[in-house]
């Protein structure tokens, strides 16, 4: 179905405003459909991402800071985030020794086990939802590097 029949729109002024709205639409489908996946496993989508990071640093810690860096959705809610991965037992956080206002991440047992048993499960939703074939996804994901790529940094400016 069309971009413009999914909205219920009538046409874009841009070819360039079809694909912003697009890829936005699309971007939270995808993100619906994996919440729900995760609900059943008692986790959001940025709480499996915390885990899914740190599973890669494992089994060294990580500082919030790099963290924070290598998750999808930047976000300014990221101790809120952490506590509610801790208080579930999935991560620990320890106070770095050389400076008090850092923190360390680590993955528990229970945190690598839960990723162990989401594994599988995860590849056959991805297969599931993703039915693309390998030459459209590989020139999909080049597109969108692509489109990403030419997307300034956010700056802050204060008045």
Avoid: W
């Avoid at 996946?37 to 959001?44: A, D, E, G, S, V």
């Avoid at 959705?73 to 050389?98: F, M, P, V, W, Y």
């Avoid at 945190?111 to 939802?129: F, M, N, R, S, V």
């Amino acid at each position: 179905m069309s971009i413009e029949s999914e909205i219920q729109s009538k046409g874009f002024l841009l070819a360039q405003e079809k694909t912003f709205v697009n890829v936005i639409f699309t971007g939270a489908m995808f993100y619906t459909q994996i919440n729900i996946f995760f609900k059943k496993y008692n986790l959001t989508e940025p709480q499996y991402n915390v885990l899914r990071v740190l599973r890669g640093s494992h089994p060294k810690k990580m500082l919030t800071s790099d963290l924070q860096s290598r998750l999808l959705h930047k976000s300014s809610n990221a101790t809120r985030l952490l506590k509610k991965i801790i208080d579930k037992g999935l991560i620990i956080s320890t106070q770095c020794k050389e400076d008090k206002r850092q923190y360390h991440q680590l993955l528990t047992p229970k945190g690598l086990a839960l990723l162990t048993e989401i594994d599988p499960h995860l590849e056959k939703y991805c297969l599931e939802q993703i039915t693309l074939s390998s030459a459209k996804m590989e020139q999909l994901n080049t597109l969108l590097d692509e489109l990403r790529n030419g997307i300034p940094e956010p700056t802050t400016k204060r008045s």
